[in-house]
């Protein structure tokens, strides 16, 4: 040896440092070199041919490698090594790749669109693609599967009567295009027809509404120019109400004064019976045939007597009442005084009635008339309500055993306007109430209410 060169020697070191490096990195798998990472634990059903060593694949790019391949239960655990720098959403897909013929196999993850990540030591599920057997069996199950059908496909064409009647079918096929045609013509002339139709309805429908909406306007206008005589109408219909009501209660059934009435129409129904025969007697005692007119008159005061019995009934049959509100704008720009005066009438037996009322009297004048049906619960109404058409209803809370009722009223002004109330009612007859009007200015007020 000490007859070498220098230059052997050097080159006998180097060949055998290398050898040594090269059998290192085959030992170990070059993980010493391999960059560092956290590590995941996949669970497959079939390892497919991953050992320690193999690469991992994270979208394609290389992004770590297998730790080691274990057996557990009924499954096989994959431990790999992902590079720090590398976040594995937890919507990830592990997929073992067999590597074809010729490849190695590998783990590659598909990344998920979640924003959590894997931490280190998660345990994920994974699965294998199917091999080149798995692959071969699916073509052969699939070539069988072909043959069947072309197999029934051939005894179908070989049966005569199939045959006969595919010709036909192909023969009656033009007729019967030629008829799905003219059915699609008339179907078309038929939707032609209809949007002309629906074209004229909508036109009618427009000169309908432009006619409500001039209509709309002339009563508002007659209202506005006669609101001072509506007040005074309004306050002589209360009056007189006052007064039927009154009469109604003398005629009340129940009532010392009905009753005497009533036996007094019977007494004078009685004496005028016994007139009649006493002046009949008169009659034939003092004048000749023909001449007699007392009985005649005496019939006619019986007849009068008894249409004034019926008229009595039929005023009986009526129910009317009213309301009074009188109430301050405590909100907005004004605090006016105004008032809402309001008659209902209707059968006595019947939930339906008429309401007729002034609205916002002194501050926004506005006139009601609208059909009404009144419940156990409370009541609904609609028609020409606060100068628009509109509608509203009232929650009479006292079915629960409180003297509060709510209620919603919205008329088509100005794209739509309501008001909410709410009425405390202290005895049968007064009640306070606050009201909020949902307009420009949302107006609020509350005031005092008196019902008749």
């Known amino acids: 040896m000490s007859g070498l060169s220098r230059e052997l020697k050097v080159g006998i070191a180097t060949f055998v440092a290398l050898l040594l490096l090269g059998g290192l990195v085959f030992v170990t798998g070059g993980k010493w070199w391999r960059q560092k990472g956290y590590e995941i634990e996949v669970l497959l059903e079939d390892a497919s041919g991953l050992k320690s060593g193999s690469p991992v694949y994270i979208s394609g790019v290389e992004g770590g490698y297998v730790i080691g391949v274990y057996l557990i239960p009924a499954r096989a655990s994959v431990k790999i090594s992902v590079r720090e720098e590398y976040k594995i959403p937890i919507d990830s897909s592990f997929i073992v790749d067999r590597g074809g013929l010729l490849g190695e196999a590998n783990l590659k993850i598909y990344r998920g669109q979640s924003e959590e990540y894997l931490s280190p030591g998660s345990t994920v599920n994974g699965k294998s693609q199917p091999g080149m057997d798995e692959l071969i069996a699916e073509v052969r199950t699939n070539l069988q599967i072909m043959e069947e059908i072309f197999s ?34 008339r179907l078309s002339n038929v939707t032609d027809q209809g949007k002309a139709f629906l074209e004229g309805v909508q036109a009618d429908v427009d000169v309908l509404t432009k006619r409500w909406s001039s209509l709309s306007g002339t009563i508002e206008g007659v209202v506005k120019e006669n609101s001072e005589n509506l007040r005074m109408t309004v306050t002589k219909l209360r009056s007189s109400v006052e007064r039927i009501d009154s009469i109604i209660t003398d005629f009340d059934v129940d009532g010392e004064g009905g009753k005497d ?39 006619d005061v019986t007849k009068t ?8 009934e039929e005023v009986q049959s009526y129910r009317i009442s009213g309301k009074t509100f009188v109430h301050q704008v405590t909100s907005g720009e004004d605090e006016e005084l105004m008032m809402d005066v309001g008659l209902d009438i209707g059968k006595v037996n019947s939930p339906w009635f008429l309401r007729l009322a002034g609205e916002d009297l002194g501050y926004d004048d506005a006139f009601t008339g609208a059909f009404g049906y009144r419940a156990r619960w409370g009541e609904l109404w609609g028609g020409y309500v606060h100068g ?24 088509d002004e100005d794209g739509g306007k309501w008001y909410v109330q709410g009425e405390w009612r202290v005895t049968d007859h007064w009640g306070l109430f606050y009201r909020r009007y949902e307009d420009d200015d949302d107006t609020e ?3 005092v209410s008196y019902r008749f």
């Open 261 to 299: 009435l009533r036996r007094a129409v019977k007494g004078l129904g009685d004496a005028t019976q016994s007139l009649t025969e006493l002046a009949r007697n008169l009659d034939a005692a003092l004048f000749e045939d023909g001449e007699g007119k007392l009985p005649s008159l005496l019939e």
């Open 152 to 185: 029934r496909i051939k005894e179908i064409m070989d049966d005569q009567e199939v045959w006969g009647a595919f010709r036909k079918a192909s023969i009656d096929l033009p007729h019967l295009v030629a008829d799905v045609r003219v059915a699609m013509q």
């Open 388 to 411: 628009d058409l509109g509608g509203g209803a009232l929650w009479d809370m006292k079915t629960i055993g409180l003297p509060l009722a709510l209620s919603w009223q919205w008329w």
């Open 305 to 312: 007597t008894s249409q004034a019995s019926e008229l009595l």
């Open 445 to 447: 007020s509350v005031g």
